[in-house]
Antibody, heavy 116, light 110 residues
Framework: EVQLVESGGGLVQPGGSLRLSCAAS????????MHWVRQAPGKGLVWVSC????????FYADSVKGRFTISRDSAENTLYLQMNSLRAEDTAVYYC?????????WGQGTLVTVSS | QTVVTQEPSFSVSPGGTVTLTCGLS?????????PSWFQQTPGQAPRTLLY???TRSSGVPDRFSGSILGNKAALTITGAQADDESDYYC??????????FGGGTKLTVL
């Protein structure tokens, strides 16, 4: 059974940093593109970033470019999102998703709240 | 900046058929955008219904189908049921590794 379990969310002040993790199991993690998608309270889904299976290629939405860094550890089957210089508008539930364009699976999400 | 468009809301009667669409603010959607569709009920994570235009994800009933209709991607629900009442999102591949979601359609079954 495929499982994606996010962690690391919480309350952080504007300008602060947070690192999200997504533990993957039940599939060949190293062979799949992985994505982060976020959803602000009461709003729609927004694609944030993705990374190739071997970690060699990454892409970011313009809204997070230069502030967020996606990475992965295939030995640990874990996806990460390092978020720096956080802003109020980054407040959202963050989901990790496998192969978003190929019938991918979604985690349950982790809530990030940026507020003073 | 290209915007992916969806109907904000739609309603369907139980047992009826409804088609939700996913378009572009500029241009036409084709299979090369690899449209996918997701269903989300309140408080839950999304789940994938369809990908690559018309391929159903594992466990998705065949009353959900996808297509290209005119210049848009489309999700058709045939024989709507009460538990189809959800938010539906599409996503399109924009090239250079980026994906863009539509704003979502709130489907009411009544």
């Amino acid at each position: 059974e495929v499982q994606l379990v996010e962690s690391g969310g919480g309350l952080v002040q504007p300008g602060g940093s947070l690192r999200l993790s997504c533990a993957a199991s039940g599939f060949s993690f190293r062979n799949y593109w992985m994505h982060w998608v976020r959803q602000a309270p009461g709003k729609g889904l927004v694609w944030v970033s993705c990374i190739k299976g071997d970690g060699s290629i990454t892409f970011y939405a313009d809204s997070v470019k230069g502030r967020f860094t996606i990475s992965r550890d295939s030995a640990e089957n874990t996806l990460y999102l390092q978020m720096n210089s956080l802003r109020a508008e980054d407040t959202a539930v963050y989901y990790c998703v496998s192969e978003i364009g190929k019938g991918g699976y979604w985690g349950q999400g982790t809530l990030v709240t940026v507020s003073s | 900046q290209t915007v992916v468009t969806q109907e904000p809301s739609f309603s369907v009667s139980p047992g009826g058929t409804v088609t939700l669409t996913c378009g572009l603010s500029s241009g036409s959607v084709s299979t090369t955008y690899y449209p996918s569709w997701f269903q989300q009920t309140p408080g839950q994570a999304p789940r994938t219904l369809l990908y690559n235009t018309n391929t159903r994800s594992s466990g998705v009933p065949d009353r959900f189908s996808g297509s290209i209709l005119g210049n848009k991607a489309a999700l058709t629900i045939t024989g709507a049921q009460a538990d189809d009442e959800s938010d539906y999102y599409c996503v399109l591949f924009m090239g250079s590794g980026s994906w863009v979601f539509g704003g979502g359609t709130k489907l009411t079954v009544l």
